[in-house]
T-cell receptor
Framework: DTAVSQTPKYLVTQMGNDKSIKCEQN?????MYWYKQDSKKFLKIMFS???????INETVPNRFSPKSPDKAHLNLHINSLELGDSAVYFCASSQDLPRKDLGSTDTQYFGPGTRLTVL | AQSVTQLGSHVSVSEGALVLLRCNYS??????LFWYVQYPNQGLQLLLK??????LVKGINGFEAEFKKSETSFHLTKPSAHMSDAAEYFCAVSEGRFGNEKLTFGTGTRLTIIP
């Protein structure tokens, strides 16, 4: 059983188009994330949602809009795609937000990634 | 602000030799530290994590890492390399502030195993 799944696995599109990447987790987790991995393998967080509420929104262009219809899904919609958007996008999920007072943090489980190529 | 530095973007070791992948972190609060592995064309898989319990952390596939606060390091080791260990390894730090969990990753180290 796939824990965190993403579709599509590969996405090739022209500049200026609008595209979406879907993410689903069947782990019952409350928190989901989107990360971007560039051509140099550098990974950086973009967004995180907890119970459908936006928690983290890093400095990401407004063309990127996450949408969480329910806590098992976090989709990423990208408007007016640019060449620099080409990257691998990873979705992740964790059980909950960390509780520093309890000394706990939850492991983030990653999906297989979506390789986006903008021509 | 938190950050991670991985020394050596490429490391090659012979099969059966010691694996040592270096990671240094910067954090304004006691950090949580992670090592993830990425096999070709796959997502990231957690190897191990440090969350302020034991400083020597054991993970999957025979890997372990030691948290050294005085050196701000969290180096990953494995006594004997196996061909299947060839992959990209990422160190990550989180300050774990409630309500603002995010992982900050290093730039990765590609591990090559020489037969």
């Amino acid at each position: 059983d796939t824990a965190v799944s993403q579709t599509p696995k590969y996405l090739v599109t022209q500049m200026g188009n609008d595209k979406s990447i879907k993410c689903e987790q069947n782990l019952g987790h409350d928190t989901m994330y989107w990360y971007k991995q560039d051509s140099k393998k550098f990974l950086k967080i973009m967004f995180s949602y907890n119970n459908k509420e936006l928690i983290i929104n890093e400095t990401v262009p407004n063309r990127f809009s996450p949408k969480s219809p329910d806590k098992a899904h976090l989709n990423l919609h990208i408007n007016s795609l640019e060449l620099g958007d080409s990257a691998v996008y990873f979705c992740a999920s964790s059980q909950d937000l960390p509780r520093k007072d309890l000394g706990s943090t939850d492991t983030q489980y990653f999906g297989p990634g979506t390789r986006l190529t903008v021509l | 602000a938190q950050s991670v530095t991985q020394l050596g973007s490429h490391v090659s070791v012979s099969e059966g030799a010691l694996v040592l992948l270096r990671c240094n972190y910067s954090s304004s609060v006691p950090p949580y530290l992670f090592w993830y592995v990425q096999y070709p064309n796959q997502g990231l898989q957690l190897l191990l994590k440090y969350t302020s319990a034991a400083t020597l952390v054991k993970g999957i596939n025979g890997f372990e890492a030691e948290f050294k606060k005085s050196e701000t390091s969290f180096h990953l080791t494995k006594p004997s390399a196996h061909m299947s260990d060839a992959a990209e390894y990422f160190c990550a730090v989180s300050e774990g502030r409630f309500g603002n969990e995010k992982l900050t990753f290093g730039t990765g180290t590609r591990l090559t195993i020489i037969p």
